[in-house]
C-alpha cells in the first residue's frame, strides 16, 4: 500500500473513533469547568491563562452539542500530524516518502492521540506550542533571505501558548539553551524577537491578574503546592508516563542507535539541522525540567503532550526504514488495542463500577439526566425557590453544565478552580433558602450555623447514595466570618511585593481589608 494511501485511511478512520468518542463521552468536571469560562468569557479566569475559555466562547455561539465543543480536541491529532507532514520537506528538502509519512503516523498514532477528546487548557496550548516550536526549526536554520521570519512567527505561535497555560515558559526556556549552544548573531536576534512577541501576552495576564486577587500566581505558584513534598512515588509515576507516551521499542531504539553512534538518515545532513541537537533541545530541556518537578510533586500525563511531537519528529529522522517500520506496527497494535479496550468498556452497564470509590462521580457525569430529573422534581415539591448549590467544584460545574444553570460551591471548596469565588456574591444570598447536594454524608452541625432550619436527607440515583442539604433562611454573616474569612487567610494571602489593584473576595466581603501576608 502506498505511504500516503495509508496514511490517509489511519487519519480517516482515528477520525471517525475520535469523533464518536467524543460524541459517546460525557462531558468531565474539568470540561464542565471550562465551558463555564466560554459561556461567561473575561480577560482571565481563576487559575489558568483565558485562551481556552476564548476557544469556547467562538464555538459556544455556534452551538453547545459536547462534540462540537471538543472539536477542536477531536480532531487535534489529525491536524497536527498534517502541519508536521507539511513542515518536514521544508525543514529537510531530501527527506523521502518512507520517513516523512513514517513520522506523521507516528503523531497521528502516538498512544494519547488514540483516545484523548477532551477539551482543556492543554489543548489550544498544544497547537500553539508545536506549531512555535516547527517555526523555531525553520529559523534555526538561518537560510539566507529568510532573516527574522521564522523566528516571529515561532515568537507568536509562543505567545498564544503562553495565553494557554503558564508552564509553556519551559518551551521558552528550551529556546534560551539552544541560542546559547548555537551562538550565531541570528539566533540571539532570534530570541529576541520571540520573546518580545510574548510581552503582550504577559501584560495582559498582569493588568486582569492585579485586579483580581492575582489569582493565577497564587494557584499555580503557593496554594496548590500544599501538600508537594520530596517522594519516591512521583518520580516514579513520572517515568511510567514517559515509557507510556514514548513508547519501549521507541525508547529501546533511541538507546541502540546511540550504542551504534549511528544516525540512519543522510537528510540530517542539510541545513542548520544536520545534527539534531535543535530538535532534541526542544524536548529534552522541557523533560528533564519535568523530571527535576516530579521529586516533589505529581506531573500530569497531559503537560507532557506538547513535546511528544517533537520527540517523535526526532526519532523518526534518525531510524533505519525497518525500525520506522517497526514503530509504525507497534503504534498501530497500541492503537487498535485502546480502541477495543474503550468501545468494550462503553458497553458495560454504569452499575459494573458500582463498588469503586468514583462511582458517585460516575453517576452524576454519566447519569446526568436521572440526576436533573431529580432536581427538577426537588423544586416542584416545594412551595419555596430554592438556590441550587454543591459542596465542590467539579460536582458543581458537572451538575451546572447538566442543568444548564449556575451552581453555586457551598464551604471552603480545595485550592483547585475556585472560579466561583469570582461568581458567587454570597452577600446577595442573605436570608435565601439553598440546596446543596453532596456525594458524602454531611453532618448536620456543619451547616445549622449558617441557616435558621436544616435538614438532611439522603437519595438513590442508580444505586449511588447522594444527600441533600436543606438550609432555610441563609445567615450571610455568619458564613461571611467562618467560612469566607478561613478562605481568605488560606488561598488568598498575597505577597507584599505583588500590585494590587483590587480584589473580588477582599472589597466584597471584607472592605477596608487587603489580602496581604
Known sequence: MPHGTRFALLLGLTLVFRFWLGSALPISGDEAYFIWWGWQPDWGFYDHPPMIGWWLAALASLSNADAWLRLP???????????????????????????????ATLVLLAPANIWNVLITTDTPLVYFSVLSALAWLRAAQEREGDGLRWYLVSGVFLAGAVLSKYFIALLGFAYLIDVLRRRTPWAFAGLIVAYACCVPALVLMGWWNSANCWSNYMFNFVNRHGKAGASLTTPLLYAVSLLYLLTPPALWFVLKNYRNRRVASADLRNDGLADGRTTATLFTVPLLLFALLSVPKTIGLHWLLTFVPLFLIWLGMRVTATQM????RFFAGLALLHVLAIVAIAQLPLETWKKQGFYGSAVLTVAHQEFADFIVKERQSSAQPWVLAMDGYSNAVTLGYNLREHVLVFGNGSSHARHDDIQTDFRAL????ILILSKDAPKTDEYTPFFTIVSVEPFVIRGATFWRVRGEGFQYEAYRDRVLRRIKEKYYRLPHWLPQRACYLCDRYFPGEVCLK
Open 73 to 103: 480536541s477531536i480532531v487535534q491529532p489529525a491536524l497536527l500530524s498534517l502541519a508536521i507532514w507539511w513542515a518536514l520537506p521544508r525543514l529537510w528538502p531530501d527527506i523521502d516518502d518512507t520517513r516523512r509519512y513514517g513520522i
Open 325 to 328: 517500520l517497526t514503530l509504525i
Open 430 to 433: 442573605a436570608g435565601r433558602n
